[in-house]
């Protein structure tokens, strides 16, 4: 069917040391909508998203993240993935659009909270990835955890793509 959203991955499948939630690989789209969930064990988290297993300094990220009764603004740039931390709580989810456009920079909106705090902890974070070719697309995602906890299932991560979302038309109703 034209123009409808296609479930590419869905991936519960952490690395031997838990350290990371992969997709696997899928075939690229023009646009991306990734949900996430994630459970810790251990210690804290400290996540960053990743794509195609890159973690050259080619990532730029632009948040608000809503902790508690405080606000911060954040502006990173040269980093080895996009920050996706608002809490030491034992989960969090999230949702990520994609523009996987090829020629152009690949620019992620991230939306998350977690699930363990009251009120709920979020965040709203923009994105960017730089690759060496902007040619590349993006074909697998990987949440990667360099905090001293680890993940613990559930954790879950699921892809859908699609080419276009719409397709224009001159007749009225």
Not at 83 to 89: K, R, T
Request: contains cysteine.
């Amino acid at each position: 069917m034209a123009n409808s959203w296609v479930l590419l991955k869905d991936a519960s499948t952490l690395s031997n040391s838990n350290d990371t939630l992969d997709s696997g690989t899928f075939a690229a789209r023009k646009h991306l909508f990734v949900r996430y969930f994630t459970s810790k064990t251990g210690g804290n988290l400290d996540c960053k998203i990743r794509f195609n297993g890159v973690s050259d300094a080619q990532y730029s990220e632009r948040g608000r993240r809503y902790i508690s009764n405080t606000i911060a603004n954040d502006l990173n740039v040269d980093r080895t993935g996009i920050e996706i931390n608002i809490s030491s709580a034992t989960r969090q989810s999230g949702i990520i659009t994609i523009e996987n456009r090829v020629g152009s920079p690949k620019l992620a909106m991230i939306r998350m909270c977690d699930v363990g705090t009251y009120p709920p902890h979020r965040a709203d974070i923009m994105g960017k990835w730089l690759p060496t070719s902007l040619d590349t697309q993006i074909t697998s995602i990987q949440i990667h955890n360099s905090g001293s906890g680890s993940f613990d299932n559930p954790s879950e991560i699921q892809v859908w793509g699609i080419e276009d979302t719409f397709t224009p038309t001159t007749s009225k109703a």
